[in-house]
C-alpha cells in the first residue's frame, strides 16, 4: 500500500514511526508548504517530496492519503483525495468549521471510500468492552479528566511558533485537547442536545507569560439526547507529569473508571462484577493499523471514527466554543 502525507509536521513524525512497523506499507510521497521540511521528512522515508498537494494527488500512484495539516486546511485536500477514490486518514478535529466538516462527509459519502478520523481512543480494546458492559444501558454521568500538555513537539507555548497559537484558526484548547473527551462521551453517550462551557487563561501553562488569547484550563457540560450528562475538564499543564487521561462513567449497573494514559486500563464493578482489563495496544497504533486493515479491505464501516461520527463531535466543539463567548447554554 502506497501512502501520501498532506503536512510535514509533529503528527506526521509520530504516524511514520508506526508505519515504519507495518507490512507492505510505503511511505511514497510527502508534501509541506515548508520545501526544506518536506525534502527532510521524505528523505528519511525514503519519498518523493511536493510543496503543493494538488501536485503530489496529480502524480498518482498513492492508495492511501493521511491529511495531517492544521485543522483549518482538511477540507480541500481530504475531498480532493475522495474524488479520487483514495482512503484517507483525517487528523481530528475534522475541521475547523461547520461548513467545512459537512462538505468533506458530503464528498466520503459520494465517494464510498474508507476514511478515518484521528480520534484514537475510540480505538482501543478497553473502550469497545466499556461499551460492550454497558450494553443498551444510556450512562446517567460521565466525567473526563484531561491534565497535561499540548503537542510538545510543536513548541506551542512559543510566541508566533505556529498555528496553535492562534485559537481562531486553531480551536486552542478545545479543539486540542478537550474534543479527544468529547469524542469520546459522545461514542458512549450518543448525539449531544446542548452544552454549557467556561475557560481560563493565565494561571496554569500560561501564568507568567505574556497576554495570549489562547486558554489554559476549559470545562465543560454536556447534556446528551438520551438524558445523561457528561462533564469534561482539561487543564492545559507542563507540571503534570505524567499526564493524567481518564474518564469516570456511572451507569444504572455500572461504575467504572478508564485510564488513558500512560496505562490503559478499565476498572469498576458492572452487572454485579467486578471489571478490572489492561488495553494490549497504543491508541496511536491502533488507529492507524485498523484504518489500513480498512483501506486494505475497502470497507468504510471497519474504521474506529468516520467522518459521520467526527461531525457529531465538531458540532459539540462549536456549540462549546460559542457557550464560552457568550456564559450561556447552547443547542447542538
Do not use: N
Given at each position: 500500500?502506497?501512502?501520501?502525507?498532506?503536512?510535514?509536521?509533529?503528527?506526521?513524525?509520530?504516524?511514520l514511526?508506526?508505519?515504519?512497523?507495518?507490512?507492505?506499507?510505503?511511505?511514497?510521497?510527502?508534501?509541506?508548504?515548508?520545501?526544506?521540511?518536506?525534502q527532510?521528512?521524505?528523505?528519511r522515508?525514503?519519498?518523493?517530496?511536493?510543496?503543493?498537494?494538488?501536485?503530489?494527488?496529480?502524480?498518482?500512484?498513492?492508495d492511501?492519503?493521511?491529511?495531517?495539516?492544521?485543522?483549518?486546511h482538511?477540507?480541500?485536500?481530504?475531498?480532493?483525495?475522495?474524488?479520487?477514490?483514495?482512503?484517507?486518514?483525517?487528523?481530528?478535529?475534522?475541521?475547523?468549521?461547520?461548513?467545512?466538516?459537512?462538505?468533506?462527509?458530503?464528498?466520503?459519502?459520494?465517494?464510498?471510500?474508507?476514511?478515518?478520523?484521528?480520534?484514537?481512543?475510540?480505538?482501543?480494546d478497553?473502550?469497545l468492552?466499556?461499551?460492550?458492559?454497558?450494553?443498551?444501558?444510556?450512562?446517567?454521568?460521565?466525567?473526563?479528566?484531561?491534565?497535561?500538555?499540548?503537542?510538545?513537539?510543536?513548541?506551542?507555548?512559543?510566541?508566533?511558533?505556529?498555528w496553535?497559537?492562534?485559537?481562531?484558526?486553531?480551536?486552542?484548547?478545545?479543539?486540542?485537547?478537550?474534543?479527544?473527551?468529547?469524542?469520546?462521551?459522545?461514542?458512549?453517550?450518543?448525539?449531544?442536545?446542548?452544552?454549557?462551557?467556561t475557560?481560563?487563561?493565565?494561571l496554569l501553562?500560561?501564568?507568567?507569560?505574556p497576554?495570549?488569547?489562547?486558554?489554559?484550563?476549559?470545562?465543560?457540560?454536556?447534556?446528551?439526547?438520551?438524558?445523561?450528562l457528561?462533564?469534561?475538564?482539561?487543564a492545559?499543564?507542563?507540571?503534570?507529569?505524567?499526564?493524567?487521561y481518564?474518564?469516570?462513567?456511572?451507569?444504572?449497573?455500572?461504575?467504572?473508571?478508564?485510564?488513558?494514559?500512560?496505562a490503559?486500563?478499565?476498572?469498576?464493578?458492572?452487572?454485579?462484577?467486578?471489571v478490572?482489563?489492561?488495553?494490549?495496544?497504543?491508541?496511536?497504533?491502533?488507529?492507524?493499523?485498523?484504518?489500513?486493515?480498512?483501506?486494505?479491505?475497502?470497507?468504510?464501516?471497519?474504521?474506529?471514527?468516520?467522518?459521520?461520527?467526527?461531525?457529531?463531535?465538531?458540532?459539540?466543539?462549536?456549540?462549546?466554543?460559542?457557550?464560552?463567548?457568550?456564559?450561556?447554554?447552547?443547542?447542538?
Amino acid at each position: 500500500m502506497r501512502l501520501g502525507f498532506v503536512g510535514a509536521g509533529a503528527i506526521t513524525e509520530h504516524h511514520l514511526a508506526i508505519l515504519g512497523e507495518q507490512p507492505d506499507v510505503e511511505v511514497a510521497a510527502v508534501c509541506d508548504i515548508d520545501g526544506e521540511r518536506a525534502q527532510a521528512v521524505a528523505r528519511r522515508a525514503g519519498a518523493s517530496a511536493f510543496t503543493r498537494w494538488e501536485e503530489m494527488l496529480a502524480a498518482g500512484g498513492l492508495d492511501a492519503l493521511f491529511v495531517c495539516t492544521p485543522p483549518m486546511h482538511h477540507a480541500a485536500p481530504a475531498i480532493a483525495a475522495f474524488e479520487r477514490g483514495l482512503a484517507v486518514y483525517l487528523e481530528k478535529p475534522l475541521a475547523r468549521s461547520l461548513a467545512d466538516g459537512e462538505a468533506i462527509v458530503a464528498a466520503w459519502q459520494r465517494s464510498g471510500a474508507v476514511c478515518a478520523v484521528g480520534y484514537q481512543w475510540r480505538s482501543l480494546d478497553v473502550v469497545l468492552q466499556l461499551r460492550a458492559l454497558l450494553g443498551k444501558a444510556q450512562p446517567g454521568l460521565l466525567v473526563s479528566r484531561s491534565f497535561g500538555p499540548t503537542e510538545g513537539a510543536r513548541r506551542d507555548l512559543e510566541q508566533g511558533a505556529g498555528w496553535f497559537a492562534d485559537p481562531v484558526a486553531s480551536g486552542g484548547l478545545l479543539f486540542e485537547l478537550a474534543s479527544h473527551d468529547i469524542d469520546l462521551q459522545i461514542a458512549l453517550a450518543g448525539p449531544v442536545e446542548s452544552v454549557q462551557a467556561t475557560a481560563g487563561s493565565g494561571l496554569l501553562a500560561l501564568a507568567d507569560r505574556p497576554p495570549s488569547r489562547l486558554d489554559d484550563a476549559v470545562s465543560v457540560l454536556l447534556r446528551f439526547a438520551g438524558g445523561g450528562l457528561g462533564a469534561c475538564h482539561v487543564a492545559w499543564s507542563t507540571e503534570q507529569s505524567p499526564p493524567l487521561y481518564a474518564l469516570d462513567v456511572q451507569a444504572a449497573d455500572a461504575a467504572l473508571q478508564l485510564v488513558l494514559d500512560p496505562a490503559f486500563a478499565l476498572s469498576g464493578h458492572a452487572r454485579g462484577a467486578e471489571v478490572s482489563v489492561l488495553g494490549t495496544e497504543h491508541p496511536r497504533v491502533s488507529t492507524v493499523t485498523r484504518f489500513l486493515d480498512a483501506a486494505r479491505s475497502g470497507d468504510p464501516t471497519a474504521v474506529p471514527c468516520s467522518p459521520a461520527d467526527a461531525l457529531m463531535t465538531l458540532r459539540a466543539l462549536l456549540a462549546c466554543e460559542q457557550a464560552i463567548e457568550t456564559g450561556e447554554r447552547v443547542s447542538v
